[in-house]
Nanobody, 114 residues
Framework: QVQLVESGGGLVQAGGSLRLSCAAS???????MGWYRRAPGKERELVAR???????NYAGSVKGRFTISRDNAKNTVYLQMSNLKPEDTAVYYC?????????WGQGTQVTVSS
């Protein structure tokens, strides 16, 4: 079992930046870590993920604006979000994935005003 706690969400104006953090209750070294989001009325979607060797991939809508990183020593994953847009408004969830197990945090709200 891994408990994940997200933080860093909030209200920001379009063009602004936020950094989300996801703190895990145990070592994340063996997990693929990801950030997902769910906007009102939409399905949850992958935003970014980072493998155990720190390879990354991003949704097309955030590529070039968001950066995912991990600090295994601190059991923490980050999502640096820049040039935020109103369409980035969503609840952002942290995920730890090691097949067949998936763990989720409770989510943190990000609201981008125009």
């Amino acid at each position: 079992q891994v408990q994940l706690v997200e933080s860093g969400g909030g209200l920001v104006q379009a063009g602004g930046s936020l950094r989300l953090s996801c703190a895990a209750s145990r070592s994340i070294r063996i997990y693929v870590m990801g950030w997902y989001r769910r906007a009102p009325g939409k399905e949850r979607e992958l935003v970014a993920r980072i493998t155990q060797s720190s390879d990354t991939n991003y949704a097309g809508s955030v590529k070039g604006r968001f950066t995912i990183s991990r600090d295994n020593a601190k059991n923490t994953v980050y999502l640096q979000m820049s040039n935020l847009k109103p369409e980035d408004t969503a609840v952002y969830y942290c995920n730890a994935d090691l097949y067949p197990d998936k763990y989720w945090g409770q989510g943190t709200q990000v609201t981008v005003s125009s």
